[in-house]
């Protein structure tokens, strides 16, 4: 016998094409909120609303990265990255709603121009969650007008990097921009209007499908498609049947609301028959869709992107230990994201967690893709979104050492292999995130950087995860393992 034990870790190989690129969005790192014509978005209003956002921080100054992109791309070719998701702030390119800005729009060209010459991979997001405080003045995405606004704002950023990006995602998470913003009031614009939730995310996908159709007349070879956040609903109780049906209501409201009409050009009937009875403007929800809608939100799609933190534990029973949302940390009361499921809990499992209180769960990621793979006509998948929030600590000479996020991300990529190997066409992998940065109604209070930002001195140090990450980024292998005591 010995006291060093040999943990065995199988090496990994990726596919020689592979992405391995990390992720940001324009308000969590830009800062330069009023700078060369910009107009205030829905977050910098919702950052005064005093106890929205944690100590009350606010989007003006974040990573500075409007100033210093060049260095942050430079640092990304240091790191062996090949692709960089990035959003475009809409209230830099169309201020106000009014004409294009082309000193916003100049920023996007530099930053495209700064990736290529790094051999570095531009991925847009056209709407990472700051519209503009004029639009939600008129009703935000609760507004069908809005919609057809965003297709006249991607119509100007195409026109500025149309020729040099290869790849167009429409929305980030319109889960969270329907439901934190206009159920929950977690996130921005913070409204706490039930319904508000379904018909704000109708017009997201409404929006979603118009820059579909319009970008795919302009261009045949660009690759577009949308960033979905989904979970993995598992009963709490699987043999409990009150459970399982509050598993099936949270899979409708937060996975298939959005993978049905998008992937298969219909609603949920469940969802439909759950939500039957909301009103909307003293009529049906559902009378928000209108005739050709779903055609077109369900244009077809080169590309999906996946977000996953965590999957869920759900409950039709109350708990007393369980989990919560984004965002409902912060002292501003605030409901739940999903209508009509107010009697639904989510009870914890016992697994560890990161500093945001999320479950750590690699394998359903795994379980995730193989879910869409089998379950819809999907196209090509890539991770755009996975990492972890820790309490890092800078060491005197400098350095961060981050133990807890290298083992998510092996675990991760471990993950996304597995799904590889089950047969899912999976193409890349974002980190969230770059940087550390503004984590919305948590402030700067919650790390999820491969790269530590020193707020004060805007210092970026990589952490161990970066240089890790770096590592398999190079080689396009996952390896760990070796004697451990
Ligand atoms: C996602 C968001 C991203 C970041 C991570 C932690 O929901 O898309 O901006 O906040 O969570």
Not at 428 to 450: C, H, P, T, V
Request: with cysteine; charged share 25%; aromatic share 10%.
């Amino acid at each position: 016998m010995t006291d060093v034990q040999t943990r065995t870790v199988e090496e990994l190989t990726f596919p020689p094409e592979f992405l391995w690129g990390a992720a940001t969005a324009a308000f969590q790192i830009e800062g330069a909120t009023a700078e060369d014509g910009r107009t205030p978005s829905i977050w910098d209003t919702f950052a005064r609303i005093p106890g929205a956002v944690v100590n009350g921080d606010t989007g003006d100054v974040a990573c500075d990265h409007y100033r210093r992109m060049p260095q942050d791309v430079a640092l990304m070719r240091d790191l062996n990255l090949n692709a960089y998701r990035f959003s475009v702030a809409w209230p830099r390119v169309r201020p106000d709603v009014g004409p294009a800005n082309q000193a916003g729009l100049d920023f996007y060209r530099r930053l495209v121009d700064e990736l290529l010459g790094a051999g570095i991979r531009p991925w847009v997001t056209l709407y990472h969650w700051d519209l503009p405080q004029t639009l939600e003045d008129a009703g935000g995405w609760t507004n069908r007008d809005t919609s057809y606004r965003f297709a006249e704002y991607a119509l100007s950023v195409h026109d500025a990097i149309g020729d040099r990006a290869p790849t167009w995602t429409t929305l980030n998470e319109p889960w969270c921009t329907a439901f934190l913003g206009y159920t929950g009031g977690q996130h921005a614009p913070g409204r706490q209007e039930g319904v508000a939730g379904l018909v704000a995310a109708h017009h997201l996908m409404l929006g979603h499908g118009l820059v579909v159709e319009e970008l795919r007349r302009r261009t045949a070879t660009a690759d577009l498609g949308i960033t979905l956040n989904l979970t993995v609903a598992d009963p709490h109780d699987p043999t409990d049947e009150l459970d399982r049906d509050a598993a099936r209501r949270i899979d409708a409201l937060h996975n298939r609301v959005f993978l049905d009409p998008i992937l298969r050009g219909t609603y949920p009937a469940d969802l439909l028959q759950d939500t039957a009875d909301l009103m909307w403007q003293g009529r049906p929800w559902a009378d928000v869709v209108r005739h050709g809608d779903l055609a077109t939100i369900s244009a077809p799609i080169d590309v999906l992107g996946v977000n996953y933190y965590k999957g869920d534990a759900v409950s039709g029973r109350q708990h007393e230990d369980v989990t919560g949302f984004a965002g409902d940390h912060a002292e501003r009361p605030t409901s739940t994201p999903f209508v009509g499921c107010e009697d639904v809990t989510f009870p914890s499992r016992g697994l560890p967690v990161t500093d945001m209180g999320w479950e750590v769960q690699p394998e359903g990621l795994t379980r995730l893709l193989k879910r869409i793979h089998d379950d819809y006509d999907a196209p090509v998948m890539y991770v755009t979104e996975n990492g972890a929030a820790y309490a890092d600590t800078v060491a005197a000479d400098g350095t961060v050492d981050d133990p807890d996020r290298v083992a998510y991300v092996e675990d991760h990529l471990r993950a996304v292999h597995a799904a590889i190997e089950q047969g899912v066409d999976v193409r890349g992998f974002f980190q969230w995130s770059l940087l550390d940065n503004y984590e919305w109604a948590y402030g700067y209070g919650k790390r999820f950087g491969i790269v530590h930002v020193d707020y004060d001195t805007q210092v970026r140090t990589p952490k161990s995860s970066a240089l890790f990450y770096a590592e398999v980024a190079r080689t396009g292998r996952l390896a760990r393992g070796g004697p451990t005591p």
